[in-house]
């Protein structure tokens, strides 16, 4: 077996291992949800420089993770048929631009995405009742929709939340292209839980998630990425590139996405000993702002609008994870 001799100075891809280790799992998967990739693109580099971009440039960021321009061509029309893009043309290239609806669900998300604890809780649970006939497919699409904006259910015509904003939560219904089943649904608020006639709290989440799932998936998104982090703590990116700290950082903000989407995000009394939700929000948001300046960077030089123009950073979005946040180490 050969041996492996360190000096001071490591080779340029050792730093790196875990790195190209993640990025290489990703490339290697059979199938990719693309739009969803797209979508956490749009919300955490697009959105801070105008919300537009120019197809071309998207491709080119996107390539390295192998992603062909059929699929991102692809996705992103159908991103334009969800409203969640819309198109203006500028000469013979086009820029894809967030939609006011759009906009505000990546606005809603940046709240939880990028917030330094979970939303404080008014002890009032946020209901939505199924209360007409919905056809069988319709009631499928809705109960995963809502599942998706992190609501469980009590039986097939209950869904609860701790502390969803129920106005948003239809929009995204009607943006999903749900719009006619809300005659059938019924949003409101339940009676202050300290009531002596609430059910029990506990029991009310016991029956509502599979907490034990969700815990999983926080510990595996731990296992993935604590190992960079430590790396980078070490060697503090000296052979990282600027394009791996981007990409980097878009499955970081990717996977992290996906895991807060189906999580309601209980306040600490009502989750169990040991819940990995947190450590997985301050990991997060560690290696997040150590791969902001050299990912940002790589943005600059790749980004352009269909008019050749870099788009300008809007400092009031641009700044994520603030760095004097109480909670980020």
Same mark, same amino acid.
């Given at each position: 077996?050969?041996?492996?001799?360190?000096?001071?100075?490591?080779?340029?891809?050792?730093?790196?291992?875990?790195?190209?280790?993640?990025?290489?799992?990703?490339?290697?998967?059979?199938?990719?949800?693309?739009?969803?990739?797209?979508?956490?693109?749009?919300?955490?580099?697009?959105?801070?420089?105008?919300?537009?971009?120019?197809?071309?440039?998207?491709?080119?960021?996107?390539?390295?993770?192998?992603?062909?321009?059929?699929?991102?061509?692809?996705?992103?029309?159908?991103?334009?048929?969800?409203?969640?893009?819309?198109?203006?043309?500028?000469?013979?290239?086009?820029?894809?631009?967030?939609?006011?609806?759009?906009?505000?669900?990546?606005?809603?998300?940046?709240?939880?995405?990028?917030?330094?604890?979970?939303?404080?809780?008014?002890?009032?649970?946020?209901?939505?009742?199924?209360?007409?006939?919905?056809?069988?497919?319709?009631?499928?699409?809705?109960?995963?929709?809502?599942?998706?904006?992190?609501?469980?259910?009590?039986?097939?015509?209950?869904?609860?939340?701790?502390?969803?904003?129920?106005?948003?939560?239809?929009?995204?219904?009607?943006?999903?292209?749900?719009?006619?089943?809300?005659?059938?649904?019924?949003?409101?608020?339940?009676?202050?839980?300290?009531?002596?006639?609430?059910?029990?709290?506990?029991?009310?989440?016991?029956?509502?998630?599979?907490?034990?799932?969700?815990?999983?998936?926080?510990?595996?998104?731990?296992?993935?990425?604590?190992?960079?982090?430590?790396?980078?703590?070490?060697?503090?990116?000296?052979?990282?590139?600027? &394009?791996? $700290?981007? /990409? @980097?950082?878009?499955? +970081?903000?990717?996977?992290?996405?996906? #895991?807060?989407? =189906?999580?309601? *995000?209980?306040?600490?009394?009502?989750?169990?000993?040991?819940?990995?939700? &947190?450590? $997985?929000? /301050? @990991?997060?948001?560690? +290696?997040?702002?150590?791969?902001?300046? #050299?990912?940002? =960077?790589?943005? *600059?030089?790749?980004?352009?609008?269909?008019?050749?123009?870099?788009?300008?950073?809007?400092?009031? /979005?641009?700044?994520?994870?603030?760095?004097?946040?109480?909670?980020?180490?």
């Amino acid at each position: 077996m050969p041996v492996l001799f360190l000096n001071a100075k490591a080779p340029a891809n050792l730093v790196s291992n875990a790195i190209q280790s993640r990025l290489n799992e990703f490339r290697q998967q059979r199938r990719v949800q693309a739009g969803s990739l797209i979508i956490t693109v749009f919300g955490d580099a697009i959105l801070p420089r105008g919300g537009r971009v120019w197809l071309g440039s998207l491709i080119r960021l996107l390539e390295p993770l192998e992603l062909n321009e059929r699929l991102i061509r692809t996705s992103v029309f159908r991103l334009v048929k969800e409203e969640w893009l819309r198109t203006e043309t500028i000469g013979r290239r086009a820029d894809y631009v967030l939609t006011p609806s759009g906009r505000r669900r990546f606005d809603e998300a940046a709240k939880h995405i990028y917030a330094s604890h979970a939303p404080l809780w008014d002890r009032r649970w946020r209901l939505i009742l199924v209360v007409g006939e919905l056809d069988p497919k319709v009631r499928e699409q809705v109960r995963r929709a809502l599942f998706w904006q992190g609501f469980g259910a009590l039986g097939a015509d209950c869904y609860v939340h701790p502390s969803a904003d129920l106005s948003s939560v239809l929009d995204t219904l009607i943006t999903e292209g749900l719009a006619s089943a809300l005659g059938a649904l019924m949003p409101l608020f339940a009676a202050d839980s300290r009531s002596a006639q609430s059910a029990s709290d506990a029991d009310l989440v016991r029956r509502a998630w599979d907490l034990g799932a969700l815990a999983d998936a926080y510990r595996d998104f731990v296992v993935t990425y604590q190992p960079i982090l430590d790396d980078i703590r070490r060697d503090h990116l000296a052979n990282v590139s600027e &394009q791996d $700290a981007f /990409l @980097l950082r878009t499955l +970081l903000i990717h996977d992290y996405r996906r #895991l807060l989407l =189906r999580d309601p *995000e209980l306040p600490e009394v009502l989750l169990p000993a040991g819940w990995p939700g &947190q450590q $997985a929000r /301050l @990991l997060c948001k560690e +290696l997040y702002k150590r791969l902001e300046t #050299l990912s940002n =960077r790589h943005l *600059e030089q790749q980004l352009c609008l269909a008019d050749g123009s870099t788009p300008a950073e809007d400092s009031r /979005l641009a700044e994520r994870f603030p760095q004097n946040d109480p909670l980020l180490p």
